[in-house]
């Protein structure tokens, strides 16, 4: 069952359902458990530990957020305006659920971000408001890039198709982006 919405016979689609249903409480849970104010806390918390910890007080801190991550991320690049935050640089992959324009708006940390120009959480209004904003924040100091990958989805950069050479090429490009995003801003740092 590779796709729920693709056809077949009828003992395929009652399989489908049967699936389909047996995911719901799941998602409702993940919903309920990880909405933003159950989940804020804990991981600001987290990086604020990290911060202030003696061992890695002084190194750089980075985070990669994935989808639903995404916005923990970008709200983690927003904390510190005029002070050392709890990260340095962050990167995130089809980032979502956003709240546009106010959370990209607001990045004060070097922030890049890997989309596909097909993702159906974002849009292509949503990707706009995005570069608009990364634009207006490289205009007052904070470094931020966004990259477009033609004819990706949501989830390209995490969910792997071997029927999809393309998709393949542009997961690994979304990782080779990471990378050197981190290297740009963390190559002085010494442990």
Sequence with gaps: MHNLTT??????????LYYALRAVPGFALFGFFNRFGAAWPR?????????????????????????WGGL?????????????????????AHPQPLTLPEDV???VKP??????SRDWAI???????????????????????????????????????PGNDKLAEQAEAAENQAAAWFDRW???AQP
């Design 7 to 16: 056809k077949g016979t009828l003992r395929d689609m009652l399989w489908k």
């Design 123 to 161: 849009g292509l209004g949503g990707i706009e408001t995005i570069k608009k904003a990364f634009v207006k924040r490289g205009g007052e100091g904070v470094q931020c890039e966004l990259v477009l990958y033609e004819g990706a989805g949501h989830g390209f950069a995490v969910r792997y198709d």
């Design 186 to 188: 963390f190559a002085a």
């Design 105 to 107: 708006a607001g990045v």
């Design 72 to 92: 923990y991320a970008v709200k983690l690049a927003a904390d510190g305006k005029g002070g050392r935050g709890l990260v340095d640089a962050a990167f995130t």
């Design 43 to 67: 991981v600001h918390s987290y990086f604020a530990a990290l911060r202030s910890a003696p061992e890695s007080s002084r190194l750089p801190v980075g985070v990669v957020g994935f989808c």
């Design 111 to 116: 922030t890049a971000v890997a989309i596909g």
